[in-house]
């Protein structure tokens, strides 16, 4: 699929955050709602594999038919925050793009070194991707405090940086980035936040979907960093796929 631009990213964010309200509507009043044009929603939609509105609108009503799943005894909040995590992982899947994700890989192939920058609870998903690309062969480090400022000052243009965060605003990974690009590092953004700053500094961009259904005491630190995960574990499948047969495109 096409890689979308901001304004569209904008607008398919939009339409998934509003399927109910899409159902019932024409195309004019989602136009309307999301202050797009109806040309940005059609343009959108083709580019996510769509033939148009109809066609996005027919899969949500089928989807909506068959999705009524559900654990037998529990309330309807306990099962909205189980079958969210369906959700994410469903339209994080479908966020990835396949020239991207190529281009991604050939980075990766090529890269001398790989800095993997994290704060949080997001060090844990950064240590294990770490790891695993170590195994693959990679000279592949982590590093989440000052030591990351420190360590992009060896960087070349040889190398590259990827840089997990969630919200794609902590200020010492986007020090760490700017000090990397400055020293000529390709950047590689894993964040659910298509819009931070994070995801405008950096070469590539894989976004990671992340629901609004939270419980308040499970904000900032402790929510989940799962799409951040499923993502890593994408690319590291694909990153063996592009070892073994040099391509993942038919």
């Known amino acids: 699929m096409e890689k979308l ?3 569209e990213m904008y607008t398919w964010d939009f339409l998934e955050e509003n ?3 899409v159902q019932r509507s024409s195309i004019t009043q989602i136009a309307e709602l999301g202050h797009v044009s109806t040309a940005t929603i059609v343009r959108t939609l083709k580019k996510r594999g769509f033939e148009g509105f109809s066609d996005y609108k ?3 009503k089928r989807h909506h038919q068959t999705d ?3 654990i037998k005894g529990l309330s309807k909040e306990a099962n909205a925050f189980i079958y969210k995590n369906l959700d994410e992982v469903v339209r994080t899947i479908n966020l990835l793009d396949g020239q991207e994700l190529s281009h991604i890989l050939e980075a990766l192939t090529t890269s001398q070194t790989i800095m993997i920058i994290a704060r949080g609870p997001s060090t844990g998903v950064a240590d294990d991707l770490t ?4 195994s693959l062969g990679k000279n592949a480090v982590s590093r989440y405090f000052d030591s990351m400022m420190d360590y992009a000052d060896k960087l070349t243009a040889d190398d590259m940086v990827i840089a997990l965060s969630s919200s794609g605003t902590t200020p010492r990974i986007l ?3 700017k000090k990397s690009k400055r020293q000529g590092a390709k950047v590689l953004a894993i964040t659910c936040n298509y819009q931070s700053e994070l995801a405008q500094l950096s ?3 894989l976004l990671a979907y992340k629901s609004k259904l939270e419980k308040s005491a499970l904000l900032g630190d402790a929510a989940s960093r799962m799409t951040l995960e499923l993502i890593c574990r994408i690319l590291l499948d694909l990153y063996a796929i592009y070892q073994e047969k040099g391509s993942i495109m038919n």
């Open 5 to 7: 631009s901001d304004a």
């Open 131 to 134: 790891h695993r690309l170590q």
């Open 19 to 21: 399927r109910s309200k």
């Open 203 to 205: 070469d590539f961009v």
């Open 58 to 60: 027919n899969l949500l």
């Open 175 to 177: 020090a760490a980035v």
């Open 68 to 70: 009524q799943q559900e």
